[in-house]
């Protein structure tokens, strides 16, 4: 079992910077590729990001290519989404996913363990 908190989530301005963390516990954190995913109100949950057990390789939705970094730090059971030049259609519950391989990272029901989600708000 891994369990999974998130943190960092707000209300910021368009073009502002936020940085989401999620802290695990239980089960060896290095074990799982980590993902992170959101869900915005009366849409599908979707994709933003994810990286390999090692940190070795990372993957992004395209409308975050060039906007988010995810990084990890295993010492630290924490996963990290550094978010830049935010708009409000970044507004969703934001949500890390743990999964125990870095396979169709994309697809949500490749991860085992959710955490509770982190709201964050954009506005114009």
């Known amino acids: 079992q891994v369990q999974l908190a998130e943190s960092g989530g707000g209300l910021v301005q368009a073009g502002d910077s936020l940085r989401l963390s999620c802290k695990a516990s239980g089960r060896a954190f290095s074990t799982y590729a980590m993902g992170w995913f959101r869900q915005a109100p009366g849409k599908e949950r ?18 975050m290519k060039g906007r988010a970094t995810i990084s990890r730090d295993n ?49 114009s």
């Open 46 to 63: 979707e994709f933003v990001a994810a990286v390999t057990k090692t940190a070795l390789s990372s993957s992004y939705a395209d409308s």
């Open 75 to 123: 010492a630290k059971n924490t996963v990290y989404l550094q978010m830049n030049t935010l708009n409000p259609e970044d507004t969703a519950v934001y949500y890390c996913a743990a999964a125990e391989q870095y396979y169709n990272v994309k697809n949500y029901r490749q991860y085992k363990y959710w955490g509770q989600g982190t709201q964050v708000t954009v506005s």
